[in-house]
């Protein structure tokens, strides 16, 4: 049967399928299973693979035939798997072995999105981060933006979410200090939190405080003014009116 319609074929089959009958028929059905699970693209997206994501005895199987099917794609040495330029890991269950070896098979990687990792296990990274060398963007939990700067200082866009804390703060002021473009949408943070950023941060041109809290102030107008003076000179400012914001203000309803 041809490559292409087969693959087609196994798209259209659940993981269950997938991992525990296709893969085992024949070679050419290996590969179609295989360009199935990972079609090609620019993002090498984890964030689908659910079995990662338990720790019950019954998915034990497909688990490690899954990571058996990561590691055989990735060893498979294809022309696309060179233009993989995003990674999206949101699974703390995978080994920092698991961590390595896609490092080392992916040293493309420019844009790397985390979440569910945590900040001890991200620290562990630091045995590899020299593997993405041309990473310039991070999208992480804000609990875990000590941890990027420290493995990397090359960041150029940093994206947020969650409550940022005042050393949170001090890292993303501190840490970065070729950061141009950072993205606090939906972030909470105190006056002192955000005062840190802008005045640690010089070189930023875009800024996203849409929908964020600062100081648990509802309505961006009534930020201090120091602090909507230091943000007005970013090229770029996003924020929104959060009193006359439907997604921030939920009983505004537009006439």
Not at 149 to 163: F, M, S, T, V
């Amino acid at each position: 049967m041809d490559h292409e319609i087969l693959v087609s074929i196994m798209k259209r089959l659940g993981l269950n399928m997938l991992l525990l009958s296709t893969c085992l028929v024949s070679k050419s059905w290996l590969n179609a299973t295989l360009d199935a699970l990972f079609p090609p693209c620019h993002a090498f997206d984890l964030r689908d693979c659910s079995v990662f994501s338990t720790t019950s005895h019954c998915q034990y199987r497909k688990r490690n035939r899954l990571w058996k099917m990561i590691e055989l794609h990735l060893n498979r040495n294809l022309p696309t798997q060179h233009y993989y330029t995003s990674l999206v890991l949101r699974h703390r269950n995978l080994t920092i072995y698991a961590y390595r070896f896609i490092a080392q098979r992916l040293p493309s990687i420019t844009s790397l999105t985390i979440c569910n990792i945590g900040l001890p296990k991200l620290l562990k990274f630091r045995d590899f981060a020299s593997c993405w060398k041309g990473l310039v963007e991070v999208d992480c939990d804000a609990s875990c933006v000590r941890g990027i700067g420290l493995l990397w200082n090359q960041i150029h866009k940093l994206k947020l979410y969650g409550d940022i804390k005042v050393h949170e703060a001090i890292s993303i002021a501190n840490d970065f200090p070729c950061l141009t473009h950072l993205s606090l949408k939906y972030c909470k943070l105190s006056d002192d939190g955000l005062s840190l950023i802008l005045e640690g941060q010089k070189n930023l041109t875009y800024l996203n405080m849409t929908h964020a809290r600062v100081g648990g102030k509802r309505n961006a107008k009534d930020w201090d003014k120091d602090l909507l003076l230091l943000a007005s000179k970013i090229p770029q400012f996003l924020r929104c009116e959060m009193g006359n914001c439907c997604s921030c203000f939920p009983c505004y309803r537009p006439s």
